[in-house]
């Protein structure tokens, strides 16, 4: 099973689109590893550089909506192969999310007043998170900070995570 945590990158809007996660003009290379470079390129949030801000980070947190745009699976193997398999925010377009755990990932969902908590607390900070899939909790650590939330996983995204993704899965059970 791929590892749940690491260090953090807050983004701090809503409505990240699938095409701010890997723009379009990179779809056509064949390997998830050819999308690497091209991670949150045309991202536009104050202060926030790609090649300084993303190296090193294995989740991100977000506001609502994250992954709307056009359907495609580009958007979480570009976060997988950057090593990100966790997105943590208060919603998600309907079909990145699906894809997150297809490939065996988490998004996990947050209310917004939780949410709201984590980014006053820690965001501007070096923070890391411990996910325990098992217990159904996110536990975030700055310096002597630290908040434990719950989040919910239903069954069958947990069976795609522990199997590590749809195909796996498949193979496993039939």
Same mark, same amino acid.
């Given at each position: 099973m791929k590892n749940f945590g690491?260090? /953090?990158?807050?983004?701090?809007?809503?409505d990240i689109n699938t095409d701010e996660i890997i723009p379009a003009k990179y779809l056509t290379e064949n390997s998830k590893e050819a999308l690497k470079p091209y991670i949150l390129e045309d991202l536009?949030?104050?202060?926030?550089? #790609?090649?300084?801000?993303? #190296? $090193?980070? $294995?989740?991100?947190? %977000?506001r609502g909506n994250f992954g709307c745009g056009? %359907?495609?699976?580009?958007?979480?193997?570009?976060?997988? /192969?950057?090593?990100? =398999?966790l997105v943590i925010a208060e919603s998600f377009a309907r079909i990145?999310?699906? =894809?997150?755990? =297809?490939?065996?990932?988490?998004?996990?969902?947050?209310? #917004?007043?939780?949410? @709201?908590?984590?980014?006053? @607390?820690?965001? !501007?900070g070096e923070t890391t998170l411990?996910?325990?899939?098992?217990?159904? &909790?996110?536990?975030? &650590? %700055?310096g002597e900070k630290e908040r434990t939330l719950p989040f919910t996983l239903k069954n069958f995204?947990?069976?795609?995570?522990? %199997? !590590?993704?749809?195909?796996?899965y498949a193979a496993r059970h039939y």
């Open positions: 690491g260090s /953090v990158l807050f983004l701090d809007r809503s536009k949030l104050e202060g926030f550089d #790609p090649q300084r801000d993303i #190296p $090193g980070k $294995g989740v991100i947190v %977000s056009s %359907s495609r699976e580009h958007a979480p193997w570009v976060l997988e /192969v950057n090593g990100i =398999n990145f999310r699906q =894809n997150m755990y =297809n490939c065996g990932m988490i998004a996990a969902e947050l209310p #917004p007043d939780a949410l @709201e908590g984590i980014f006053r @607390e820690f965001a !501007g411990r996910a325990d899939i098992k217990a159904g &909790t996110l536990t975030f &650590t %700055s995204e947990r069976a795609l995570v522990d %199997s !590590g993704g749809w195909v796996e």
